[in-house]
């Protein structure tokens, strides 16, 4: 068990998961965004969640079929040819309840899923 929460000289902090889902027809039909929080006492527990949780996501959107389409431009999109959502997993660094870094784990950018993944791991290190 890793404990989801440490105290520091910068006070109590507290870690926990979530995947934001984002979709877009770029302005035809309203924007859609829904968070998903992943909490738990032990942190690999809510990390196990999460993760069982994000691929039924993406599963749930592409069944969909209105947001799994190609992506376009704004001066090219075409609707019910074009859309975009995307589906980020991310580690949640809450201090004090009022400063919150978020580094994602699971995404589009490789390179910041690179540096959340590097910074996750030094996280799961430090807790005890």
């Keep these: 068990m890793k404990q989801s ?15 934001k889902i984002f979709t877009s ?9 829904h ?26 959107i592409e069944k969909q079929g209105k947001y799994f389409l190609p992506y376009a431009s704004p ?13 980020t997993l991310s580690l949640v660094e809450e201090i004090e309840d009022d400063r919150i870094e978020i ?3 699971e995404g589009e950018s490789e390179c910041i899923i690179a540096f959340g993944l590097d910074y996750e791991k030094f996280i799961i290190k430090s807790l005890d």
């Design 35 to 60: 968070v998903e929080y992943f909490k738990d006492v032990d942190l690999l527990k809510a990390r196990e969640d999460a993760f069982e949780r994000y691929p039924k996501i993406l599963d749930e």
């Design 103 to 105: 580094y994602e784990i």
């Design 25 to 33: 027809t770029m302005g035809v039909t309203e924007s859609f965004t």
């Design 75 to 87: 001066e090219d999109f075409i609707y019910g040819e074009n859309a975009c959502y995307s589906v």
């Design 5 to 19: 929460f440490i105290e520091t000289e910068y006070g109590f902090v507290k870690y926990y998961y979530q995947i």
